[in-house]
């Protein structure tokens, strides 16, 4: 049964305009029945990234759009996925990677505030643009320390090179 959203008209014209837009990038968004968002699957391998998560909180007037890896830090890894990371978020401007602590979930985050006015399809199209060249940049240097062990500093100085 799906939920009654209860929102108002601008939070619920941009969950139509969200799916309008993934659907034109090619993706096939999965509505996802406990919110006002969208997942989509990358399908297998699923390495460096499994599937996003397109959401709009209607109360809050705001677009998140998440990359959620395919690898999962392993309790020893965290630390040195966490310095990765935050060497990584040093460069970026728009949106942030994340780690949650306890299970080891990666995600890249990016996110738009559009209380008071129509969230554009050029808005979200330039958040998912920020977490998509994010993860263009740091992907495969942050799977080299998440699944294969490698130093966090000498795979930020790789991943940097690469971004020159």
């Known amino acids: 049964m799906e939920r009654e959203i209860h929102a108002p008209s601008n939070g619920l014209k941009a969950v139509d305009t969200l799916q309008k837009v993934l659907t034109e990038i090619g993706w096939k968004p999965q509505r996802d029945e406990e919110t006002a968002g969208f997942v989509v699957d990358f399908d297998p391998p699923y390495i460096p990234v499994s599937t ?24 020893e890894q965290r630390d040195a996925v966490c310095r990765f990371i935050t060497r990584a978020n040093w460069r970026l401007t728009v949106g942030n990677f994340e780690m949650d602590h306890d299970d080891g979930h990666v995600r890249v985050k990016s996110s738009v505030d559009f209380r008071g006015v129509e969230l554009s399809e050029a808005l979200i199209r330039n958040a998912i643009r ?35």
């Open 52 to 75: 996003a998560f397109a959401a709009i909180s209607l109360e809050l007037e705001q677009f998140m759009f998440f990359v959620n890896f395919g690898v999962t830090a392993s309790p």
């Open 130 to 164: 920020a977490a998509m060249n994010a993860v263009e940049v740091y992907a495969d240097s942050l799977i080299e320390v998440l699944a294969h062990g490698k130093d966090a500093e000498q795979a930020i100085k790789e991943a940097q090179r690469k971004r020159s």
